[in-house]
């Protein structure tokens, strides 16, 4: 079952726009990843935030999380066409489970 | 520092078959997860292993099972291959399990047929 739920499932911006994509999820967690997934590079490591930090950032990339809304969501700045691809958050629950769990991803197109 | 190999990397297979996809993770990452890749149902877990120790199974009927070496690579099997079981199978290392940033591989992609 789906852990964490990603909304919007597609989103197609212009390049140069910022991207939101947002994630929630059901039960408490250790930490949040999110990941992106193109056809040439496959499944990549963006940012781990953990259940007592709020806010992340790596390069353009803004991860915030609320845990008392049980969500998070990424943001891309001045996007790019190579940032077109599937963003996945993934969570791990507390109490000792080393079971990630990923939602089926939203889908960003940036148009040059 | 090497990335996550794993091997081979296409299969077609018969329906009622069996499979062995092998994964070789980073070298100094203990932990190996495995997950099922399917247009339907999104990436869904397989197993987890650390230091040759089953910690975690996903729900997954018992036809897949897994094992983890000595040397931390690991190998998935699926026995009596079903047509549902088409997928890309990926594997995913790190140092201690899912409290980590996951590197993966390429995947393997499976056909059913």
């Known amino acids: 079952s789906q852990q964490g739920e990603e909304d919007p499932q597609a989103l197609s911006i212009q390049e140069g726009e910022n991207a939101t994509m947002n994630c929630s999820y059901k039960?408490?967690?250790?930490?949040l990843q999110w990941y992106r997934q193109n056809s040439g590079r496959g499944l990549v490591h963006l940012i781990l935030?953990?259940?007592?930090?709020r806010e992340k950032h790596s390069g353009r990339l803004r991860v915030t999380l609320d845990t008392s809304k049980k969500s998070s969501s990424l943001l891309i700045t001045a996007s790019r066409a190579a940032d077109t691809a599937s963003y996945f958050c993934a969570t791990l629950p507390g109490a000792g489970s080393y079971q990630l769990t990923f939602g089926k991803g939203t889908k960003l197109s940036v148009i040059p | 520092k090497a990335g996550v190999t794993q091997t081979p990397r296409y299969l077609i297979k018969t329906r009622g078959q069996q499979v062995t996809l092998s994964c070789s993770p980073i070298?100094?990452?203990?932990?190996v997860s495995w997950y099922q890749q399917t247009p339907g149902q999104g990436l869904q877990f397989l197993f987890e292993?650390?230091?040759?120790?089953?910690?975690n199974k996903g729900n997954f009927p018992g036809r897949f099972s897994g094992r983890q070496f000595s040397n931390s690579r690991s190998e998935m099997n699926v026995s009596t291959l079903e047509l549902g079981d088409s997928a890309l199978y990926l594997c995913?290392?790190?140092?201690?399990?899912?409290?980590?940033?996951?590197?993966f591989g390429p995947g393997t992609r499976l056909t059913v047929t």
């Open positions: 292993y650390f230091s040759e120790t089953q910690r």
């Open positions: 995913a290392s790190s140092l201690a399990g899912g409290i980590d940033e996951q590197y």
């Open positions: 070298s100094g990452h203990r932990s």
């Open positions: 935030i953990r259940s007592n930090e």
């Open positions: 039960t408490s967690i250790n930490n």
